[in-house]
């Protein structure tokens, strides 16, 4: 079983930037492929990026530009940099391992003014 732990998210003003980390242990290290999904309040779950194991990474529309995933397979963890931040990228952030299908606790990320 792989156990997912987010950190990182936080309170920050339209424009600015957040860096989202999420480290795995347990029964194996980062799977091939990893992910970052949100939610917003009253909305559904939606999928922001992934990344698989050689670095390949895709984004949502949305954020395509502002944000970037990494991973370090060294460290078993995958980051989420988040640039220009809006209010609308509100939301919790979770990290998933979409191999294993384990999801981590979430990290809530706030953009107000």
């Known amino acids: 079983q792989v156990q997912l732990v987010e950190s990182g998210g936080g309170f920050v003003q339209p424009g600015g930037s957040l860096t989202l980390s999420c480290s795995a242990s347990?029964?194996?290290?980062?799977?091939?492929?990893m992910g970052w999904y949100r939610r917003a309040p009253l909305k559904e779950r939606e999928w922001v990026a992934t990344?698989?194991?050689?670095?390949?990474?895709h984004y949502r529309d949305s954020v395509e530009g502002r944000f970037t995933i990494s991973r370090d397979n060294f460290k078993d963890t995958v980051y989420l940099q988040m640039n220009s931040l809006k209010l609308e990228d509100t939301a919790v952030y979770y990290c998933?391992?979409?191999?294993?299908?384990?999801w981590g606790q979430g990290t809530q990320v706030t953009v107000s003014s």
């Open positions: 347990g029964s194996s290290s980062l799977s091939h492929l």
């Open positions: 990344i698989s194991r050689v670095g390949a990474a």
């Open positions: 998933a391992d979409l191999f294993t299908d384990s």
